[in-house]
């Protein structure tokens, strides 16, 4: 997603150490306790922070069941797969939260809002991405409505024979070709989640789902193979979000991987079913290892920040493969992770990125980030 200034608003509330009582008059969370100085999780203190994180959450619901902007139903779709994971699933306001964006399905299947004139519209791809995951997940949706987002996306990937093909752009009805990894991840993972709603398909319609040997070309792509880069992952093949890099011998230009994008990728590669033994996964899992950080997103200093966050959990989890450090040990993500978020949380529950690229001035979105990686940081937690 593209730099904005929707979120001017919000960014007031990163600063914020009080909170109003939320809608059912529950009073705002305690203060949290300090970490330990060693950087060591105590026992009930992840769980603490989950609450205060959802407690935070609730207060910022408007009257209609949404979050943050009602044009971009994934942010409140991603609010409602937070409460999903921190056991919050059966409140009122996750239920409200999954009626507003149960309305805002297009007769197309999506999840999104028109903005005509908008380059990428209404962002239908991401926001059906998200909205199906979560939803799927909360379990407060029919089928028919997973089934029709399913054929939506489905509809979205791009074919012929360019270097976009198998990738997923902004939105269906683009009026460019367009494509890049975060769409393509989302929708990967999207369609994976929800693969076992085709159960519930009439019988004569046809499945959708998508090509993906496509998709795991059109990912594969996208990854370094010289230099320190080597294994991580670029956004897209011209859109420099992490800058460029240019070969010393050769003079040739390339865009640089960074760390959120490296993770992406792995995660599309774990939806493709590539093995553990696969060069490819191989050498990501060296670039993560290589530029293991919780104080920034690698390449991206802190533009982006607690979607690495959210992005590294879902990986990790899904890839089930140690990450081993530069001494030989293994890296233990989730206990660093959580202490690091921990040590983050605002006197008022909630996260927020003092850096405003990609929305993360608005605390709404950070502290859904937040606790979706909170609940992958518990032992066994899978994605």
Same mark, same amino acid.
């Given at each position: 997603? #593209?730099k904005?200034?929707?979120?001017?608003?919000?960014?007031?509330l990163?600063?914020?150490?009080?909170?109003?009582? $939320?809608?059912?008059?529950?009073?705002?969370?305690a203060?949290?306790?300090s970490?330990?100085?060693?950087g060591?999780?105590?026992?009930?203190l992840?769980d603490?922070?989950?609450?205060r994180?959802?407690a935070?959450?609730?207060?910022?619901?408007?009257?209609?069941?949404?979050?943050? =902007?009602? !044009?971009?139903?994934?942010l409140?779709?991603?609010?409602?797969?937070?409460f999903?994971r921190?056991?919050?699933g +059966?409140?009122?306001?996750?239920? #409200? $939260?999954a009626?507003?964006?149960?309305?805002t399905?297009r007769?197309?299947?999506?999840?999104?809002?028109?903005?005509?004139?908008?380059?990428?519209?209404?962002?239908?791809?991401?926001?059906?991405g998200?909205?199906?995951?979560?939803? !799927?997940?909360?379990g407060?949706?029919?089928?028919?409505?997973?089934?029709?987002?399913?054929?939506?996306v489905?509809?979205?990937q791009?074919?012929?024979?360019d270097t976009l093909?198998?990738?997923?752009?902004?939105?269906?009805?683009?009026?460019?070709?367009y494509?890049?990894?975060?769409?393509?991840?989302?929708a990967?993972?999207?369609?994976r989640?929800?693969?076992?709603a085709?159960?519930?398909?009439?019988a004569?319609?046809?499945?959708?789902?998508? =090509?993906?040997s496509r998709?795991?070309? @059109?990912?594969?792509?996208l990854?370094?193979?010289?230099?320190?880069a080597?294994?991580?992952?670029?956004y #897209? +093949?011209?859109?420099?979000? /992490?800058?460029?890099?240019?070969?010393?011998?050769?003079g040739?230009?390339?865009?640089r991987? @960074?760390?959120?994008?490296?993770?992406? /990728?792995?995660?599309?590669?774990? !939806?493709?079913?590539?093995?553990k033994?696969?060069?490819?996964?191989?050498?990501?899992f060296?670039?993560?290892?290589a !530029?293991?950080?919780?104080?920034?997103?690698?390449g991206?200093?802190?533009?982006?920040?607690?979607?690495? @966050? =959210?992005i590294?959990?879902?990986?990790?989890?899904a890839?089930?493969?140690?990450?081993?450090a530069?001494?030989? /040990?293994?890296?233990d993500?989730r206990?660093q992770?959580?202490?690091?978020l921990?040590?983050?949380?605002?006197?008022?529950?909630?996260?927020? #990125?003092?850096?405003?690229?990609?929305?993360?001035n608005?605390?709404?979105l950070?502290?859904?980030y937040a606790?979706?990686?909170?609940?992958?940081?518990?032992?066994?937690?899978?994605?």
């Amino acid at each position: 997603m #593209n730099k904005t200034t929707m979120f001017s608003a919000s960014a007031a509330l990163c600063a914020a150490m009080l909170l109003p009582a $939320a809608a059912d008059g529950t009073p705002p969370p305690a203060s949290p306790p300090s970490p330990p100085a060693s950087g060591a999780v105590a026992p009930g203190l992840v769980d603490a922070a989950i609450e205060r994180g959802v407690a935070f959450l609730k207060t910022q619901q408007a009257l209609d069941g949404s979050f943050s =902007d009602s !044009h971009m139903p994934a942010l409140t779709a991603l609010p409602l797969w937070a409460f999903v994971r921190s056991g919050a699933g +059966d409140s009122p306001a996750a239920t #409200n $939260a999954a009626n507003f964006v149960l309305g805002t399905q297009r007769e197309d299947g999506g999840f999104y809002v028109p903005r005509p004139g908008r380059g990428g519209s209404g962002l239908g791809n991401y926001n059906t991405g998200v909205c199906m995951s979560a939803l !799927h997940e909360s379990g407060l949706a029919p089928a028919s409505a997973i089934l029709k987002a399913r054929d939506y996306v489905a509809g979205s990937q791009l074919t012929g024979d360019d270097t976009l093909s198998g990738g997923f752009g902004y939105d269906r009805a683009m009026r460019r070709r367009y494509a890049d990894l975060n769409n393509t991840v989302y929708a990967m993972d999207a369609m994976r989640r929800t693969q076992s709603a085709e159960e519930f398909r009439p019988a004569g319609e046809k499945r959708a789902d998508l =090509d993906w040997s496509r998709a795991l070309a @059109y990912v594969s792509s996208l990854q370094s193979r010289e230099g320190s880069a080597a294994g991580g992952f670029a956004y #897209n +093949d011209r859109t420099p979000q /992490g800058g460029t890099s240019t070969n010393a011998a050769s003079g040739k230009v390339t865009l640089r991987a @960074y760390g959120s994008m490296t993770y992406a /990728g792995v995660l599309a590669m774990v !939806h493709c079913e590539l093995p553990k033994s696969d060069p490819r996964v191989k050498s990501a899992f060296e670039y993560c290892a290589a !530029h293991w950080s919780l104080d920034e997103n690698p390449g991206m200093g802190r533009q982006g920040l607690f979607f690495y @966050y =959210d992005i590294l959990s879902r990986a990790l989890a899904a890839a089930g493969t140690p990450l081993t450090a530069a001494d030989g /040990g293994t890296v233990d993500w989730r206990g660093q992770l959580a202490a690091k978020l921990v040590a983050l949380q605002k006197a008022d529950g909630s996260w927020c #990125n003092d850096n405003n690229r990609f929305w993360e001035n608005d605390p709404v979105l950070c502290t859904s980030y937040a606790l979706l990686a909170l609940s992958l940081c518990k032992p066994g937690a899978t994605h």
